[in-house]
């Protein structure tokens, strides 16, 4: 006997999907909910499903952006352009520094509203740009001390 007869119609759910996103649909017709398609992949095989974005129901927490986990060294940009410069690890996470000195754990970056996703613009210069130079020597004296 299959486990899914120890639920209840109408019985209320938490869903949490580990999956990768495969395709974003923007909605807008008449009746259309904007979606993510969410790809599942497992030694079963590969599953996709829709999940609507916008309804209250159901909520989308942000994991691991689409490049993966910042490293230091390498620069990012969030969803307003500004740029940030991977530095090195806290407690929490890989630490993001933008031009202005103003630091960040990456996971506060992507998951928030005004600032989430965030991606790799490109892999970690030879040198951090001069304006970063000392934000990120203060950075690293925090971490390493």
Request: proline share 9%; glycine share 14%; with cysteine.
């Amino acid at each position: 006997m299959s486990d899914v007869y120890a639920y209840q119609v109408g019985e209320r759910v938490r869903v949490t999907i580990d999956a990768e996103i495969w395709e974003i649909r923007p909605g807008g017709e008449e009746g259309v909910w904007p979606a993510l398609l969410l790809q599942m992949t497992s030694d079963l095989g590969r599953a996709r499903q829709a999940v609507p974005i916008g309804w209250p129901s159901v909520q989308i927490e942000r994991l691991t952006p689409a490049d993966g986990e910042p490293q230091p060294g390498e620069i990012w940009v969030d969803q307003t352009g500004g740029e940030w410069y991977a530095t090195g690890c806290s407690e929490l996470g890989v630490v993001m520094c933008a031009p202005d000195g103003n630091r960040e754990i990456w996971t506060f970056l992507h998951q928030g509203e005004a600032t989430g996703p965030i991606r790799r613009v490109r892999p970690a210069p030879d040198e951090p740009p001069a304006a970063l130079a000392d934000a990120l020597g203060s950075v690293r004296g925090g971490l390493d001390g």
